[in-house]
């Protein structure tokens, strides 16, 4: 048994490996919720019980408490925990950072797991708190990325940055009539989500013009079904394979390291 955890800006969310007749067992909590004293308790009442000694692997992009709040929680369970860091390689991926264990484990972890389902050119896209973009060649080598704010972080900064339009926005609901906001709040949130998906199209399509070969678009994160309503599809635009969601890019990446036999990791 294994248990996988990753802990964002925004949620907390963790699977057990395998669940009962190999069935993943998946739960997710609001950061803002996490409370150190009920998270083993959690842990285990989505196993159903107590689970047997096992290693807890974990990805944290947020506040080092709520790590510190995982590593306590799988301790009490008899879990050995794993503090997850990026690397110059591993699992068949050469990350592309001057600085590997500079480059945010979240990002890591979503390019073994891009690498891990297909030796294709792919474009990741994380959208959350922040937006984040990496590409990755069929070889497996990382060519770098992009850090920008993410949709609702566009949004954020409008409201508490200006007067008129934090004013305006506060009013009323958003409101979007073909593409287009009808009142501040929808210009808003649309305009942050076509930012988000022109930037993707953008460098999916320009990775592949380098490359010489067609890019897949996989997008993960709290806000990604959103964006990908905002790409074309059927055709997909030129240079581009084929447009994918996948929520659970992190926790996917988590499990690439299981069975790697935990290769590169330190305990906590």
Known sequence: MTLLVDVGNTRLKWRWLPGPAGVPLDGVLPVAEVNAGTLAEQFAAGWGGNPEPCDALLSCVADETLAAAVVHAAT??????????????????????????????????GLLAARSQRPAATCIVGVGTALTL???????????????????LMMDALVTRTARIGAAARQAEPQVREGLGVNTGGAMREGGLLAAAALAQRSAQDFAARTGAAVWLCLTGGGAEAVAERLPKNPWPEGIAGIELQPDLVLQGLAVMAAARRDGLRHY
Do not use: K, N
């Open 76 to 109: 009490l369970l008899g879990c050995r925990p794993y503090r997850m860091q990026s690397t110059a390689e591993a699992c068949g991926v050469r990350s592309g950072y001057a600085q590997p264990e500079l480059l945010g484990v979240d990002r890591w972890l």
């Open 134 to 152: 990496d590409l990755l060649d069929a070889h497996g080598q990382h060519h770098g990325g992009l850090l920008v704010p993410g949709p609702e």
